[in-house]
C-alpha cells in the first residue's frame, strides 16, 4: 500500500496565509460598505466615546475570517494531496471563493467615502492583521497531535 504524499509544511503555511489575506481584504471591502471601517479608530469626533463599535466589530470580522480562512485552506491543503476531499467540495470551495473576491472587486470599484490617509491606514491594518491571523490559523491547522 502506497503512503499518502503531503505538501510541504512552507507551502501549506504561505497558501493559506495568502488564502487568509485575500478574505481578510475582501471582508474589509466589503464592510466598509456598511459602515464598518477600521479608520474609525483614528477619528475623534466623541471624547467620551473611545472606540467606535463598528471599528471594533470590523477588527473582529477581519480577525476572525482570516483565522477562520487560515485554518481550513490549511487543513484542506494537507487533504488534497493525498485526494481526500470531494470533487463536488472542491467545486463548491471554488465557486464561493470566487463569488466572495468579486463582490469584493465589485465593492471596491465604487467612489469611497473614507479619506485616503485613513483608508491606506485602515488597508494596511487589514492587511497586517490578515496575515498575523491566517498564520495562527493555519499553524494550529498543521500542528501534530
Known amino acids: 500500500m502506497a503512503t499518502p504524499a503531503y505538501f510541504p509544511r512552507r507551502i501549506i503555511l504561505a497558501g493559506a496565509m495568502m488564502?487568509?489575506?485575500?478574505?481578510?481584504?475582501?471582508?474589509?471591502?466589503?464592510?466598509?460598505?456598511?459602515?464598518?471601517?477600521?479608520?474609525?479608530?483614528?477619528r475623534f469626533e466623541d471624547p467620551r466615546n473611545l472606540v467606535p463599535a463598528g471599528a471594533a466589530l470590523a477588527w473582529w470580522l477581519i480577525a476572525s475570517v482570516a483565522f477562520c480562512g487560515g485554518y481550513f485552506t490549511a487543513?484542506?491543503?494537507h487533504r488534497a494531496?493525498?485526494?481526500?476531499?470531494?470533487?463536488?467540495?472542491?467545486?463548491?470551495?471554488?465557486?464561493?471563493?470566487?463569488l466572495v473576491l468579486a463582490a469584493a472587486g465589485q465593492a471596491a470599484s465604487a467612489p469611497s467615502a473614507v479619506p485616503t490617509a485613513t483608508g491606506v491606514i485602515a488597508g494596511l491594518m487589514a492587511l497586517c492583521l490578515g496575515a498575523a491571523m491566517a498564520f495562527c490559523g493555519a499553524h494550529f491547522a498543521l500542528r501534530k497531535p
Open 19 to 42: 488564502c487568509g489575506v485575500l478574505l481578510a481584504l475582501a471582508v474589509h471591502v466589503l464592510g466598509q460598505r456598511f459602515n464598518l471601517d477600521l479608520g474609525g479608530l483614528w
Open 81 to 98: 494531496v493525498s485526494g481526500r476531499i470531494p470533487r463536488r467540495m472542491r467545486q463548491f470551495l471554488v465557486v464561493t471563493g470566487v
Open 75 to 77: 487543513s484542506l491543503m
